[in-house]
């Protein structure tokens, strides 16, 4: 059984009467080991006896600590620590990226400057484990050449395995992140993907495997980097043609 934490109080306002009590007294279960990666949190009502608090306020607690990507509630089993990289919550994410303007130049340059080096350190410090992943991925990615939305889910996650691999858990925090908002611009122009360029990717992503595999730094970060810039060439295809879509007929003929 877990005991009862004291929770401080901020001068400014009593926590204990906010949902901000049930993030401190999580925060507190965290540093002190008793909540691992993959750890469930206790039962609603239990939580909300140990804090001191109503359940209503612990359910406002949870969704703050969700937007933070600190706890995942799953339906009729309860709510975890994510294991894995911890990232920023998609949604809260996603606010950021339309606050601030964030465009496909600013996504695809964040990648090349975090990937590349995460390919690197990939090549160097793949588990046998990831390389098996890293090698499921590509086969599905050629698997599903005629399925798009599938193929992008694979080519994501062949990204996300790759910055786990480098061994560096903030590196993996951050590619994680920005796949997720990666995702959400790509998954709307990914159905205008030519059959041509799915199967260079799909290449790009084996070449990039045989390179960590064979624990070729340079390699790795030399095809990570070109296979980033050809990514981001298809996509402004894609979002031409899309665009292309939505004009008037002659406006359309025009722009050919």
């Known amino acids: 059984m877990v005991r009862p934490l004291i929770v401080r109080r901020d001068a400014r306002h009593d926590v204990t009467d ?5 993030v401190a007294y999580v925060r507190q279960l965290i540093d002190r080991g008793t909540l691992e990666p993959g750890g469930r949190l206790p039962a609603e009502r239990e939580l909300a006896r140990q804090v001191g608090v109503s359940r209503p306020t612990v359910r406002a607690g949870l969704r703050t600590l969700a937007a933070l990507g600190v706890v995942r509630s799953h339906r009729g ?5 994510p294991e894995g990289p911890p990232t920023l919550g998609a949604e809260a994410l996603s606010f950021l990226a339309a606050l601030h303007k964030f465009t496909v130049d600013d996504v695809f340059e964040t990648r090349r ?4 080096g995460a390919a690197g ?9 990831q390389l098996a992943e890293l090698a499921d991925e ?3 990615m050629f698997a599903a050449l005629d399925d ?3 193929f992008l889910v694979h080519d994501i996650n062949f990204h996300r395995v790759v910055a786990t691999a480098s061994g560096n858990p903030i ?6 992140m920005v796949a997720s908002l990666f995702y959400e611009r790509r998954r709307t122009t990914a159905e205008r993907a030519v059959d041509r360029n799915h199967r260079d990717a799909a290449d790009a992503h084996r ?6 595999r064979a624990k070729d730094p340079e390699r790795a970060r030399r095809l990570m980097s070109d296979h980033l810039l050809r990514a981001r060439s298809y996509q402004a295809k894609e979002i031409l043609a899309s665009t292309l879509e939505m004009q008037p007929p002659a406006r359309r003929r025009a722009a050919r």
Request: proline share 2%; aromatic share 4%.
């Open 77 to 81: 089993s309860g709510t975890y620590i």
């Open 207 to 212: 070449q990039i495997y045989q390179a960590i």
């Open 148 to 150: 798009r939305q599938l």
């Open 121 to 129: 350190l990939a090549a160097e410090r793949a588990t046998p484990e």
């Open 18 to 22: 906010s949902a901000s009590a049930v």
């Open 171 to 176: 590196v993996a925090s951050v590619v994680e």
């Open 138 to 140: 590509v086969a599905s």
């Open 113 to 116: 400057i975090i990937e590349v």
